[in-house]
């Protein structure tokens, strides 16, 4: 199983930019699809989840600004980031708790990719 991300990139302040994470390999199920961030020097943080049941949730810090979503059918999910600030600029990650033909579950994770929120 493999995830690729895409879309990161230098945007301006007040910008958007959407972020996608496709999975691929022996899937046969993807359970929780998620999408992380990581300062300089810090660990990395959630910053919106979406369960099979496409129940949501999201960092304080970014609610009513990103929107995560899923095609199930393509095994890809996205981040939509609106009204992007400095702070926003960090690391992304995305990660997905998925279930290998034959295997069990585990969590794997995305190459991670730059945004920069600068004027």
């Known amino acids: 199983v493999e995830l690729v991300e895409s879309g990161g990139g230098l945007v301006q302040p007040g910008g958007a930019l959407r972020l996608s994470c496709a999975a691929s390999?022996?899937?046969?199920?993807?359970?929780?699809s998620e999408w992380y961030r990581q300062f300089p020097g810090k660990e990395r943080e959630l910053v919106a989840s979406?369960?099979?049941?496409?129940?949501?949730n999201y960092a304080d810090s970014v609610k009513g600004r990103f929107t995560i979503s899923r095609d199930k059918d393509k095994n890809t999910w996205y981040l939509q980031m609106n009204t992007l600030k400095p702070e926003d600029t960090a690391v992304y990650y995305c990660?997905?708790?998925?279930?290998?033909?034959?295997?069990?579950?585990?969590?794997?994770w995305g190459q991670g990719t730059q945004v920069i929120v600068s004027s």
């Open positions: 979406m369960t099979s049941s496409n129940t949501t």
């Open positions: 390999g022996n899937i046969f199920s993807v359970y929780t």
């Open positions: 990660k997905g708790t998925i279930m290998p033909w034959g295997q069990y579950e585990s969590d794997y």
